[in-house]
């Protein structure tokens, strides 16, 4: 009996040391750079030599950019198997919208051989943006300011205004950045429109808070426009910033409010529009201004004023802690009334009587239009300039049409060098499974032996 289990034990021992072994596979990678064709699509490619035949590629992708979990796109191009492969996939932007310009787009490969062992390559990095400018940059402030279009001066004075403007900010309201904003600054608002997909022709800029980027048109005639409007996407980009939660539904009066409050208040059309709402008590409801602005050019307009009035009104009598404090308990996942709750003791019926009452504005009526049931995404567009003639002046942006467009994912594009395999990882369980199966065996019989010895002592 005892010889039987000796030798079964060797024969476990033998389960674990006598494993099959691989080889490990040698995998190069070469001309592993995406080819960009601005705007509208990129193509992923690289040639792949390995000592073991390759049978499967599976390209993995992602965003640097604010999500709720970790998000990694897959694509599975078409390879013929082999130890040289070559491998390629297009990403067409008008399918799936495009990435906001200076956003960067990582990607790796991940490559599975013949016997089932899987190579990862070294992740790369690539910014999505047209190389047909020759962008210039000014850098400082936790502004990072991009432009092609006029002299150094005139990009110098659009920083240092950007910089002031988060200065401002932080002082008044408390919101400051949590890490450098990127503002890439177009010839005009053509320009800028023809570098994102499918947004409207009365767009002037955009904000991506989830990416810390702002675009604007900004033509040389139009420097104090374009002041104004950095400052109002950058109120954007910070507010995006604080409230930023899988959980927080920040409303639009909010949103707005404060982007107009940090570019400085209403122009002076809008403040006398403003003030004709008010002595007509044509003021809207509140609620209504949680979701949507209307699209009615009058009743956005006022929309925009009213939703400063309201801001500014907070950040006037209860000051920029309690600002703070609202925004935070929206990024909790708070409803509205809950977070005024919380930080002014007030729901929004309240509030809207205590501005009112402030403001010298008629008591609210009993009939209250409900919010529109839209979430605000991040990106909240700037209307254009609207010009009067080719020679006029450069107005301020009309408000007329506030319906913000998402955004869509998007790669990018730049070259990058050639990298080697990073990671090697092994699918094949069967040698994991041999080694269990030896150990156990192996136990097995030592603890008979044990037993069996002291049985034998006790019968003695």
């Known amino acids: ?238 507010v995006g910033q604080l409230t930023f939660s899988c959980l927080s539904d920040i409303p639009t009066w909010l949103q707005e409010g404060l982007a107009v409050y940090g570019e400085g208040g209403p122009d002076t059309p809008s403040r006398k529009l403003f003030d004709q709402a008010v002595k007509d008590n044509t003021l809207l409801p509140v609620r209504s201004l949680s979701g949507g602005f209307s699209e009615d050019p009058t009743k956005a307009d006022i929309s925009y004023s009213q939703s400063y009035s309201l801001v500014n009104f907070l950040i006037d009598k209860y000051k920029q802690a309690k600002m703070i404090d609202l925004l935070d308990a929206l990024r909790g996942g708070a409803t509205v009334d809950e977070a005024l709750q919380k930080a002014y003791g007030f729901d929004i019926d309240g509030f809207e009587d205590a501005w009112r009452a402030a403001i010298g504005s008629p008591a609210r009526s009993g009939n209250q239009a409900k919010p529109t049931p839209t979430r605000v995404p991040t990106e909240v567009p700037t209307f254009a300039p609207a010009v009067i003639a080719q020679t006029g002046p450069t107005l301020a942006p009309t408000r007329a049409r506030p319906t913000p467009t998402p955004i869509v994912l998007a790669p990018t594009a730049a070259p990058t060098t050639a990298v080697s395999p990073a990671v090697t990882e092994s699918t094949n369980y069967l040698p994991a499974i041999v080694s269990v199966i030896g150990a156990i065996i192996v136990a097995t019989i030592l603890a008979a032996l044990i037993i069996g010895r002291r049985k034998s002592r006790m019968d003695a």
């Open 1 to 238: 009996m005892r010889r039987w289990l000796l030798l079964m034990a060797a024969l476990g021992l033998l389960c674990i040391a006598a494993q099959p072994t691989r080889a490990q596979s040698t995998i190069t990678v070469s001309t592993d750079q995406p080819k960009l064709e601005f705007p509208e699509r990129l193509t992923f490619q690289a040639d792949f030599k390995s000592d073991q035949p390759i049978e499967k590629v599976v390209l993995e992708y992602g965003v640097d950019q604010w999500t709720c979990g970790t998000v990694i796109a897959k694509a599975f191009p078409d390879i013929t198997p082999g130890k040289d492969v070559s491998a390629a996939w297009t990403w067409e932007m008008k399918q799936s919208g495009s990435q906001p310009p200076g956003s960067k787009i990582w990607w790796h490969w991940r490559l599975t051989d013949q016997q089932g062992q899987e190579t990862v390559t070294n992740r790369k990095e690539t910014v999505w943006l047209d190389d047909q400018h020759d962008w210039q940059t000014a850098s400082g402030g936790n502004i990072n300011l991009h432009w092609y279009e006029g002299q150094a001066a005139f990009g110098d004075e659009l920083h240092q205004s950007a910089v002031k403007s988060l200065e401002d900010l932080a002082k008044v309201t408390g919101l400051r950045t949590a890490k450098p904003i990127d503002l890439y600054i177009y010839a005009n608002t053509n320009d800028m429109r023809d570098a994102v997909l499918y947004e409207p022709g009365w767009t002037g800029g955009l904000a991506y808070a989830d990416h810390n980027i702002v675009i604007i048109g900004i033509s040389p005639d139009q420097m104090d426009w374009g002041k104004r409007t950095q400052a109002h996407e950058l109120t954007h980009v910070l």
